[in-house]
T-cell receptor, first 115, second 118 residues
Framework: EDKVVQSPLSLVVHEGDTVTLNCSYE??????LLWYKQEKKAPTFLFML????IEKKSGRLSSILDKKELFSILNITATQTGDSAIYLC???????????????FGTGTQLKVEL | GAVVSQHPSWVICKSGTSVKIECRSL??????MFWYRQFPKQSLMLMAT?????????EQGVEKDKFLINHASLTLSTLTVTSAHPEDSSFYIC??????????????FGSGTRLTVV
């Protein structure tokens, strides 16, 4: 069974801090790893990673994948209160039976940024 | 970019009744759509994969007769919660895959439906 574990489950930081969120996985037929930000409703896409060691960056957010050690990190620098959300890691894998791909989500990290 | 519309955004129903949730891809065709369930402070759990023109693929432990999925066209999938009970109360989210969405591999999410069964 595919498994995705995120840590920490929650954390509280002050504005301006840098945070690192972790995601480890065990999946069969790995295809990609995706990071999402979820505030009140639907998750919004942040990054998709397929290759090891290549950092993806978007403003204050960045992410990298290690396919040998089976983990990814999401970094947020100079955090702002608007970064408060649940950050979800999902791994896309090819189904063994039934065809197609599926996403398996981690438990998420609840981030709260205080003034 | 790709947009997925999900309706209703919230619904309250009586125990024993059925509720239908719609998921539409607005500007792309989706041969595959996914239905997730999310409990408070928990992650998204894949319930089933909806395949246009064929039967849905259900995850282990999900009752097919309880959660009916229909994907009759390339832009619409529906999830019907039959004979709903309070334990079915949850947040249901759909996702549609745009095969041409190379940047994010095409997984776009609807805004979710909060179902409360009383």
């Amino acid at each position: 069974e595919d498994k995705v574990v995120q840590s920490p489950l929650s954390l509280v930081v002050h504005e301006g801090d840098t945070v690192t969120l972790n995601c480890s996985y065990e999946v069969t037929n790995f295809r990609s790893l995706l990071w999402y930000k979820q505030e009140k409703k639907a998750p919004t896409f942040l990054f998709m990673l397929t290759s090891s060691g290549i950092e993806k960056k978007s403003g204050r957010l960045s992410s990298i994948l290690d396919k040998k050690e089976l983990f990814s990190i999401l970094n947020i620098t100079a955090t702002q209160t608007g970064d408060s959300a649940i950050y979800l890691c999902a791994v896309e894998a090819v189904r063994i039976t039934g065809g197609g791909n599926k996403l398996t989500f981690g438990t998420g990290t609840q981030l709260k940024v205080e003034l | 970019g790709a947009v997925v519309s999900q309706h209703p955004s919230w619904v309250i129903c009586k125990s024993g009744t059925s509720v239908k949730i719609e998921c539409r891809s607005l500007d792309f065709q989706a041969t595959t759509m996914f239905w997730y369930r999310q409990f408070p402070k928990q992650s998204l759990m894949l319930m089933a994969t909806s395949n246009e023109g064929s039967k849905a693929t259900y995850e282990q432990g999900v009752e097919k007769d309880k959660f009916l999925i229909n994907h009759a066209s390339l832009t619409l999938s529906t999830l019907t919660v039959t004979s709903a009970h309070p334990e079915d109360s949850s947040f249901y989210i759909c996702s549609a895959r745009d095969l041409w969405g190379f940047d994010d591999n095409g997984y776009t999410f609807g805004s979710g439906t909060r179902l409360t069964v009383v």
